[in-house]
């Protein structure tokens, strides 16, 4: 089956401070990645969508200067926390469809930040 | 309200039950209904999908789609304490790619 990767799996750093997560499909291509954030007990809540070669889609509420999205490829998308505040912490997934799929989005493994 | 409802939990159950997940939603243009299962601090896995109305069974899962009463469902039979996780449903339209997920139901299997 498809394989969503994400690095690291967890990560402390100090208030102030820019974060990066990487996600990236290792035997597929995707044209389109999310970005999910997901609080203790809690849905997952969409943060944005991101397609290769494009500007990254953002939620309602999410501020995009914060969040920065990257996606330089076809398998590599590339999220960052900037000036993280304890607020932030929290389980970051991404996902990914590949070219062929109409439906089915893979999901990497998370990765937990916590802000000090 | 939420457009996708889904009841937290804990269900908690014996090994070899029939466990019955449900959830419900209020956007009629939802098409494409999917359930994954989230083992604590990982990411979610895809279970079941369905598309439209209708009934799709695999293995000792089954996912019920009723759109005239916006119910989606998913059935385990003969339930393990391997399947113990959290499970969410999530649905979108044709126009959408991204998904709308429900809270999440809590199960555990008891041995």
Known sequence: GAVVSQHPSRVICKSGTSVK??????DFQ???MFWYRQFPKQ?????????????????QGVEKDKFLINHASLTLSTLTVTSA???????????????WASYEQ???????LTVT | QKEVEQDPGPLSVPEGAIVSLNCTYSNSA????????QYSRKGPELLMYTYSSGNKEDGRFTAQVDKSSKYISLFIRDSQPSDSATYLCAMRDTGRRALTFGSGTRLQVQP
């Open chain 1, 106 to 112: 893979y999901f990497g493994p998370g990765t937990r």
């Open chain 1, 85 to 99: 505040h304890p607020e932030d912490s929290s389980f970051y997934i991404c996902s990914a469809r590949g070219v």
């Open chain 1, 21 to 26: 997560i990487e996600c990236r499909s290792l």
């Open chain 1, 30 to 32: 995707a044209t389109t």
């Open chain 2, 30 to 37: 939802f098409q494409y209904f999917m359930w994954y299962r």
């Open chain 1, 43 to 59: 849905s997952l809540m969409l943060m944005a969508t991101s397609n290769e070669g494009s500007k990254a889609t953002y939620e």
